[in-house]
């Protein structure tokens, strides 16, 4: 009689029954009478044991075949080990090779990271990337719920737009018919704007396109953007919004992924701190801060990575700055009626050196001073001409933000380098796999 097909997380409700596995070869050790194999599934991975005198004629060859990331259905018997990590293991009475793998490029050495994303197709089997990959998805998961609890409703942006979202400079553009140019959106805020006008409070996340000309380890040029937006919701009340936001994602993290964290040797007591308040300083107090620690930064210009990295300096919590230069940030931020040389805007700088993760803003709902915004800006006011409807027909106070998806799995994980915090990586020098 065939044997149940089970996966390695599961094994416990087997111990010392007969099961079936399906995977793939992770680590492999033979002395000749007795051969180890670690069988990853997508679940977890598993140690087999094989002794020569306990299997089929057939099964011992096979495993002569066998190398790295070959695939195989074992059959065997589960038993505790308190020894093995996942606390059980298999004494295989059969394997079969489902597929060979012969000379699999990443073997267990070391290898350049170039070489990684070019087999980035392979590299994703990997336990430390598995690790991350789950983190991501139990974050995009806790997004999710965060909003989904608070009754907003997600109302998906478009992808090819006809507008400037952020800025002109950073556009990835694509012939459209016979419209001209559609660009890769930027952001899906404008359009979020003018859903919260219909349904008060909701958000749009997918993917977002910027053509910057950076090669650092915070830039993408494509990355995932979850961005909330709400009707009378001001900048406070928006500061009030993300920290409650990071702290139940974060919250999530711990809670259901902390083997995965471990496993990413992450510090989590720095994560157990990040709870409601975060600290809050004004842009131009930072500006202060960091002449004072012997920065050259002049009032009116946009922090840099390493500004960022001096304020969140010693800080366990991510830190709020607020109320930029208006010439520093979008057109779209309202103006600070208590400073018209800024703007009710906030950024959120994540601790220990990851910087910014959330840009956020009360936006301009004056018809007027949006309008010369545009102008000043010199952007094409046609195509903006729906955006300034939603100031013509009944404007109202709002305010939303933007979360990148792959600094804030970044920083959970303690993984410096977005390119191993999605799947398939977009760089200005990587469009492959
Ligand atoms: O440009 S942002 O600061 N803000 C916006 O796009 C607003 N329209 C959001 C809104 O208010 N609805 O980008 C927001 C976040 C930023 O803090 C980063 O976490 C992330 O998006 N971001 C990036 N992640 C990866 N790679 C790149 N190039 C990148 N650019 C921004």
Redesign the pocket.
Known sequence: MESTITSVRDLAAHAGCEVTLLGWVSQLRSSGKIAFLGLRDGTGTVQVVMARNEVDGASWDAIADLSYESSVRVEGTVRQDDRAPSGYEITASAVEVIGPSNEYPIQPKEHGVDFLLNNRHLWLRHDRQTAIMRVRDEVVKAIRDFFYERDFVLVDSPILTGAI??SADALFSTEYFDLGTAYLA??G?LY?EAAAAALGKVYCFGPTF?A?K?KTR????E?W?V?P?VAWLDSEGNMQLQEDFISYVVGRALERRRDELEQLERDVTRLEAITPPFDRISYTDAVSVLKERGSAIEWGADLGAEDETVLTDGRDKPLFVYDYPREAK?FYMKENPDDPRTVKCN?LLAPEGYG??????QREDDYDRLLARIREEGLPEKVYDWYLDLRRYGTFPHS?????L??TVGWICGVPH?RETIAFPRLMSRLTP
Do not use: N, P
């Open positions: 979202g952020e930027q952001t805020q979020v910027r910057e950076s915070r830039h993408l040029t990355f953007m961005e937006e979008a950024d910014e993760i959330i840009g956020g803003s939303g933000f933007g979360l990148g792959e600094r977005l």
